[in-house]
């Protein structure tokens, strides 16, 4: 059982590159999302897509683009790094109905 | 807005004593979701637990209990006879019942527990 698949796990880039976070999950589910992790601050939601072709913002979306064209994959976009953005980044998945959240294993991204 | 609190930064128990952790949490919605989840040191999230805002009957398994109080918008966590493998950081999240998907998750900021042997 794969679940949520994020990769890289651990990425390192220089202010100002761009990168993509990938994130794919083989459960069917029409609700993925993306999380920061920052110290003393929890998850903080950067955007959500509760099906293909259709995204919204979270509490924190600067800086980050998304698109959902499948429903397996929801790729965050990194569109020019700054120190700001050096956090821990998950990628959930979940079901209608307000049922858990599944998570991927995080990726670890400093951004220099 | 939706709002999670958990006052307690960090906790440090001595092995087999009990622990609970604070949650409180606001919202304007009387339709909404509580969960707690669990990272432990290796990263990933941990599901433990979801109530919803019908439901306030205390929940117990195994060490685990939840104390779910709607008139003082709480929702705490007691592990009972904690053990080392219970070290971790512990998340509460709630979101609200505007649609058929939680879209907004809000998590406190975490509680890091400490069991030491």
């Known amino acids: 059982n794969a679940g949520v698949t994020q990769t890289p796990k651990f990425q390192v880039l220089k202010t100002g590159q761009s990168m993509t976070l990938q994130c794919a999950q083989d459960m069917n589910h029409e609700y993925m999302s993306w999380y920061r992790q920052d110290p003393g601050m929890g998850l903080r939601l950067i955007h959500y897509?509760?099906?293909?072709?259709?995204?919204d913002q979270g509490e924190v979306p600067n800086g980050y683009n998304v698109s959902r064209s499948t429903t397996e994959d929801f790729p965050l976009r990194l569109l020019s790094a700054a120190p700001s953005q050096t956090s821990v980044y998950f990628c959930a998945s979940g079901t209608r109905g307000y049922e858990k959240l599944f998570f991927g294993s995080g990726t670890q991204l400093s951004v220099l | 807005a939706q709002k999670v609190t958990q006052a307690q930064t960090e906790i440090s128990v001595v092995e087999k004593e009990d622990v609970t952790l604070d949650c409180v949490y606001e919202t304007r919605d009387t339709t909404y979701y509580l969960f707690w989840y669990k990272q432990p040191p290796s990263g990933e999230l941990v599901f433990l637990i979801r109530?919803?805002?019908?439901?306030?009957q205390n929940e117990i398994s195994g060490r685990y209990s939840w104390n779910f109080q709607k008139s003082t918008s709480s929702f705490n966590f007691t592990i009972t006879a904690s053990q080392v493998v219970d070290s971790a950081v512990y998340f509460c999240a709630l979101t609200e019942g505007m649609s058929d998907y939680g879209q907004n998750f809000v998590f406190g900021p975490g509680t890091r527990l400490s069991v030491l042997p």
């Open positions: 109530r919803n805002s019908f439901d306030e």
């Open positions: 897509s509760v099906g293909a072709g259709i995204t």
